[in-house]
């Protein structure tokens, strides 16, 4: 089972920031945070991840609560193209023996 | 770079046949994940493979089976086929087990 709680969707006005919230409130010491994103009918894409610190990247921001009991996504300047189910999924470092965990994700509808 | 590669993208198969899925990985990605999405489901692992053995098992039955080749690509194949069946099949690689996956675009696959 996912260790994740999303809202099921967001809607955010075309140029506007997209923040994705995500609840991990029984994550281990040892587990990243991943993003990973689906656009209709395409495999998923990996946006970022993190342990602790904030991250950037040149599609999106992480930014991880201090406790690391919640974490946030977000798309600066959201398009019509980042349209798409986004998943948060929690991951043990030493991940070898360990899949990723899809659970529904939230639905972000970018609005023109 | 090319990402990951799955061929074909469609198939339609009748019910008791069988299928076989292939799955070409970045170039230097020696670990090859399966994964399976219908609508009820979600995204489950199917199962994980690398240097050429299956290293982790989803929760599927035994007429689901894969393998790997030396150069990494991997195929997945499934047996007597069911009307359940029907579904997205994704193929993820990653350079090594704990690193993050890129998901190819899937081969959706019809049983009728």
């Known amino acids: 089972d996912a260790k994740t709680t999303q809202p099921t969707s967001m809607d955010c006005a075309e140029g506007r920031a997209a923040n994705l919230p995500c609840n991990h409130s029984?994550?281990?010491?040892?587990?990243?945070v991943y993003w990973y994103r689906q656009i209709h009918s395409q495999g998923p894409q990996y946006i970022i991840h993190?342990?602790?610190n904030n991250e950037t990247n040149e599609m999106a921001s992480l930014i991880i609560t201090e406790d690391r009991k919640s974490s946030t996504l977000i798309l600066p300047h959201a398009t019509l193209r980042d349209t798409a189910v986004y998943y948060c999924i929690v991951r043990p470092l030493e991940s070898g023996n360990t899949p990723l965990v899809f659970g529904k994700g939230t639905r972000l509808s970018v609005i023109a | 770079k090319a990402g990951v590669t799955q061929t074909p993208r469609y198939l339609i198969k009748t019910r008791g046949q069988q299928v076989t899925l292939s799955c070409s990985p970045i170039s230097g990605h020696r670990s090859v994940s399966w994964y399976q999405q219908t609508p009820g489901q979600g995204l489950q692992f199917l199962f994980e493979?690398?240097?050429?053995?299956?290293?982790n098992k989803g929760n599927f039955p035994g007429r689901f089976s894969g393998r790997q080749f030396s150069n990494s690509r991997s195929e997945m194949n499934v047996s007597t086929l069911e009307l359940g069946d029907s579904a997205l099949y994704l193929c993820a690689s990653s350079l090594r087990r704990d690193t993050e996956a890129f998901f190819g675009q899937g081969t959706r696959l019809t049983v009728v």
């Open positions: 493979y690398f240097s050429e053995t299956q290293r």
């Open positions: 993190g342990l602790k």
């Open positions: 029984t994550i281990s010491g040892n587990e990243y």
